[in-house]
T-cell receptor, first 117, second 116 residues
Framework: AQSVAQPEDQVNVAEGNPLTVKCTYSVSGNPYLFWYVQYPNRGLQFLLKYITGDNLVKGSYGFEAEFNKSQTSFHLKKPSALVSDSALYFCAVRVTYSGAGSYQLTFGKGTKLSVIP | DAGVIQSPRHEVTEMGQEVTLRCKPISGHNSLFWYRQTMMRGLELLIYFNNNVPIDDSGMPEDRFSAKMPNASFSTLKIQPSEPRDSAVYFC??????????????FGPGTRLTVL
């Protein structure tokens, strides 16, 4: 069964410093990987995704993520954190398979990012 | 586009009452998902539909929960009877399903349910 793990419940980083939110996955096939962000009292918003190709994926709000197949990781990164980046971040994985018209995403438990002014 | 629309945004009810949550997906999207979010269990997929047909309802916790999608623009999640442990935020999400689509899901704002 597919699964994702976000090993850190919370990440604290000073404003202006680089940030990393970690994600590892387990699938029995080629993964589609996603990052979503949730601000307080809001639904999840799509940030970026990895399907194939370049291992470094760029997304919204200056975020990027690096796919590492050998380490089965898909860590979210940003070179310079903003206070407004403080939110809950979710990693998700979808298994690709042919001929099917349906699928689901498996989400991690989320990592709370706090950017300190 | 207005995005995924959910109603009500907040619902407070008493144990034993019936609760109906509503969702309008983004026009043209073929797939619809219902999730539940709690502090203890995180984000859980309850059920999803593809072209109005339920595909996987294995995440529905009990027979008290039921979901319908009578047409492409409307879905409901019903809890009858409700219990305090059903208190959570319920999200609806929709996704286009086309050949080669990478199936990004778009979430609604959620319904915060409190069962007293």
């Amino acid at each position: 069964a597919q699964s994702v793990a976000q090993p850190e419940d919370q990440v604290n980083v000073a404003e202006g410093n680089p940030l990393t939110v970690k994600c590892t996955y387990s699938v029995s096939g080629n993964p589609y990987l996603f990052w979503y962000v949730q601000y307080p009292n809001r639904g999840l918003q799509f940030l970026l995704k990895y399907i194939t190709g370049d291992n470094l994926v760029k997304g919204s709000y200056g975020f990027e993520a690096e796919f590492n197949k050998s380490q089965t990781s898909f860590h979210l990164k940003k070179p310079s954190a903003l206070v407004s980046d403080s939110a809950l971040y979710f990693c998700a994985v979808r298994v690709t398979y042919s001929g099917a018209g349906s699928y689901q995403l498996t989400f991690g438990k989320g990592t709370k990012l706090s950017v300190i002014p | 586009d207005a995005g995924v629309i959910q109603s009500p945004r907040h619902e407070v009810t008493e144990m034993g009452q019936e609760v109906t949550l509503r969702c309008k997906p983004i026009s043209g999207h073929n797939s619809l998902f219902w999730y539940r979010q709690t502090m203890m269990r995180g984000l859980e997929l309850l059920i999803y539909f593809n072209n109005n047909v339920p595909i996987d309802d294995s995440g529905m916790p009990e027979d008290r929960f039921s979901a319908k999608m009578p047409n492409a623009s409307f879905s409901t999640l019903k809890i009858q009877p409700s219990e305090p442990r059903d208190s959570a935020v319920y999200f609806c999400a929709s996704s286009p399903l086309a050949a080669g689509s990478t199936d990004t899901q778009y979430f609604g704002p959620g319904t915060r349910l409190t069962v007293l």
